[in-house]
């Protein structure tokens, strides 16, 4: 990408546009004007693409530009005289801009931590339809269970980032441009809310960020950039696929002045596929199937040059079949948010946003029948639980910054978030009576509400300075205080003599523990030091170590869930988990096309919050959230990108992931040395990406994944009849087995507004597995093909 950035220098003012090649401005993009030395003031373009700084001009003027998607460009400007233009040259990988990792615009070769940036062009090119299939071709991306989001239940959708505690609960913050979007309940993550269409770049950030942002952000930060708004601009995308799977995607958006509109969308619907292998299925089990909506309309404008605002509001719905008959499961989700960044007379720059969710989530869980001499193999399930949801979040946050002289940048702020929800669940015996498969009538027999609410407030400093020339080093701290008050487990016997639990607030009752649920509450320090050192224009090295915390969410404190004939049980006595780490890298340029990088990392997890396996008769497991003592998380991590020409482009990424248990905790000593459930010890990526309009588009990608354990104990076993129904030779190994898969994606420009394309996820519909108690599998072969049709007007200067 190639971007003119027109400067007209005045007496007493600095003023310009930015533009990219086509004449589209450019919004959001970060400049820098140092008058003199030491002096230097900082403003972003508005939606017009225009900026002014006040400054007066009677020497030489250093213009530094920052725009995600374009390289750094730095500039001396000898003559104020006539207007200026700046060109931006493509972005190689260490000189693309990100705002994630230090909270402000940094360019990636300055960063001091392991950052990855998919931008459009990997998203367009990739032949996935839900964002975590997107970013799986990042080796340190998982999600808690190995397959898509199209066929796994929302609450096992929690990101995971270097197996960082891998459970249903993220231990990654996620975010859509700096606004929370992990669920506020549960911490998972509605990746079918992501509209990859309307997307700019994903900047992942692999170590802990909680010194920056707080609670979820201890196993790494994802950020979810939306595209800049463009004058004019139109663009949809139909697309069909197999399984009856049809698919509309659309984003619009328009520029008036200092106003600019964005509105984007997604609709999906599919026949589905068969999750539980073909050896074990039977007459209960059906295809799992998704159908959701997402709308969501954002509005930037700026009033003046030293103010913009901006204001977002979103809807989602969601339904889902779960793989078996008679199972419900459904979300709706209503999101708003809203914020401004002020340049203030001091030449810093204040930020502030507050955003809200309401969220209700509904879910069923239905028991199977174990077989015997008179009942057929998962012939007959009954309802055991129906659940509801309700949630409301509300939070915010306040940022200053202000570079003092040339060679440090100060910045503070604080946030906070509210989060009040209740699980409320009718809970159902077996009704007496004939038994007419597949289904056998379920009576209600206790209903139970279960929550509270949860408030946290924290406030960080960070200093990012440049003591040498080739040095550059971040310092950061954070103070988080998080409460956890009106707890209580409320239940009600509909069949007389259930046995109950019943256990309200002690702060409402007056009661003391065990008989009532206490508030909880802790303070917890989070501190970084990190430091990059730039050896020479092709090689630098870098080194961090810090800490981080994860308070466990409404969810793990309060609701119990079953997966199969797995039942997991809330616990309200959990405690926060402490994370303290390091990660030491090295990145080597050796010309502007190739660029690889090498991490090392080292994280000890202390109090992690763990599937504990309480009882097990025969398929039958019980299991509750425990506190361990300590996990261990290390390994290395690499990737390599290298581009031919401005056509084609090759990279790769590998994870060896070491993930085990250290100190079980005093009830759990059986379980040291065992490896994390669900990390496979290696996985990675390969992919190449060919560019030529005029001819094609064509991408294709490798992803391997080792074995993985799927549960505490390491020793459920894959049976051999569903090894057999995959293709996998005759294993006693505990354990799911590793796999590989391969995507292609194929697009043709018809004209300049029409381009078609087929897209093909698993391309040699290789079976791998998801679980096991039933045993499970992932996405088959799945196949898109659509068009993608665009308008776009141009702004005028």
Known sequence: MIAAFILALAASSISGVVRDSTGGVVSGASVVVRVAPGSEQRVTTGPDGRFTVDASATGPVVIVVRAGGFAEKTERVEDASRPISIELAPAALLEQVTVTASRTEQRLGDIPASVSVLHSEDIRMSPAVVADDVLRQIPSFSLFRRTSSLS??????????????????????????????????????????????????????????????????????????????????????????????????YTASDVWGKLGVTTDGSIFDTDGFPIVVPSEKGIIDINATVKFRNFNGKADYSPSDRVSLFARAGYFSEDRVNGKIGEVNDTQWKSVSGGARVRLPDASDLQASVYSDFENFHSTFLAVTAPSATVAQRSIVRLTVDQHVPTTGVGGLVQWAKALGATNYFSAGTDWRYVDGDSQEASYNAAPGPIVPPTQNAILALQRVSGGTQRSLGAFVQDILTPLPKLSMTLSARVDHWRNYDAHNLETAVIPGTAINNKPSCETSGGTPPACLADRADTVLSPRAAARYQISDKLSVWGDIGSGFRAPTLNELYRQFRVGTVLTLANENLGPERLVGGEAGISVAPTRDVTARVTWFDNHVTNPVSNVTLTAVGANVTQQRQNLGETRIKGVQSDVEYRVGSRLRFSAGYLFNDAKVVDGGAANASLVNKFLPQVPKHRGSVRAAYTNPKYAIVAFSVQFFGRQFDDDQNSRVVPAAALADGGYAASTAPGLPGYSVADLFVSRTINRNLEAFVGLQNLFDQTYFVGTLPTTIGSPRLVNVGVRVRFAGRTNP
């Open 152 to 249: 796994s239940h929302p609450t096992a959708q929690g990101v995971s980032l270097r197996g960082i505690g891998p459970s249903g609960v993220s231990r990654t913050l996620v975010l859509v441009d700096g606004t929370p979007f992990n669920d506020p309940f549960g911490g998972w993550v509605y990746w079918t809310r992501v509209p990859t269409e309307s997307v700019d770049r994903i900047e992942v950030v692999d170590g802990s960020s909680s010194s920056l942002y707080g609670n979820y952000a201890m196993g790494g930060v994802i950020n979810i950039v939306s595209a800049r708004p463009e004058r004019r601009s139109f663009e949809i995308k139909p697309q069909y696929g197999n399984h009856n799977s049809p698919k509309l995607d």
